[in-house]
Nanobody, 127 residues
Framework: QVQLVESGGGLVQAGGSLRLSCAAS????????MGWFRQAPGKEREFVGR????????YYADSVKGRFTISRDNAKNTVYLQMNSLKPEDTAVYYC????????????????????WGQGTQVTVSS
């Protein structure tokens, strides 16, 4: 079992920055990859980005590439999502997710590839 708790969401003006954190507990954190997803009202949950088990490789959706950065600290069992140059269309509930079956795989964009999910944290970007 893996428990995930996100934090760091809030209200920010367009062009601003936020850093989300996701604290993990349960299984050994360095044994699995982590992903970030988001879900806006009335829309499906969409992939944001992913980081492999060691933190050496990351992959991003085109919509956030160059603005968002994922990192992880395996000593702190935490993964981060640094969001810069935020836009109103980034408004959503953001979720972290753990992939225990494919820790070395870089590209896994579907929700079904992830085994555990956090409760989500709201990010609202005002124009």
């Amino acid at each position: 079992q893996v428990q995930l708790v996100e934090s760091g969401g809030g209200l920010v003006q367009a062009g601003g920055s936020l850093r989300l954190s996701c604290a993990a507990s349960g299984r050994t954190f360095s044994n699995y990859a982590m992903g970030w997803f988001r879900q806006a009202p009335g829309k499906e949950r969409e992939f944001v980005g992913r980081i492999t088990w060691s933190g050496g490789n990351t992959y991003y959706a085109d919509s956030v590439k160059g603005r968002f950065t994922i990192s992880r600290d395996n000593a702190k069992n935490t993964v981060y999502l640094q969001m810069n140059s935020l836009k109103p269309e980034d408004t959503a509930v953001y979720y972290c997710a753990a992939d225990i079956r494919g820790p070395y795989i870089l590209v896994r964009r579907t929700t079904g590839a992830y085994d555990y999910w956090g409760q989500g944290t709201q990010v609202t970007v005002s124009s």
